[in-house]
């Protein structure tokens, strides 16, 4: 079955750096669209970043310059290095898979949660 699992969530300060990697499994990664979400405290869930299976990618407004994104189809993985991090980055991140066009599903990992603060 299709699995998504998160890590590198943790306690950070402002301006310190974080990676996250999401391992998957259950599917044929290299061909998938992936992407990271997040959802802070008393926010609705929202896009942070997005890789396609020709390696296009997107990022919201607020992380541009800060975050990237990038995908290591060898090992089936998916990362986004966080620089330059603010409190208002904390949240709970998500993994998530596209899978519409293959099985009429989207995917999602438990989440990890990044906190920075002082």
């Known amino acids: 079955q299709v699995q998504l699992v998160e890590s590198g969530g943790g306690l950070v300060q402002p301006g310190g750096s974080l990676r996250l990697s999401c391992a998957a499994s259950?599917?044929?990664?290299?061909?998938?669209?992936m992407a990271w979400y997040r959802q802070g405290p008393g926010k609705q869930r929202e896009l942070v970043a997005a890789i396609t299976r020709g390696r296009r990618t997107n990022y919201a407004d607020s992380v541009k310059g800060r975050f990237t994104i990038s995908r290591d189809n060898a090992k089936n993985t998916v990362s986004l290095q966080m620089n330059s991090l603010k409190p208002e980055d904390t949240a709970v991140y998500y993994c998530?898979?596209?899978?519409?066009?293959?099985?009429?599903?989207?995917?999602w990992g438990k989440g990890t949660l990044v906190t920075v603060s002082s």
């Open positions: 259950g599917f044929t990664f290299s061909i998938n669209n």
């Open positions: 998530n898979a596209d899978r519409s066009e293959f099985d009429g599903a989207d995917y």
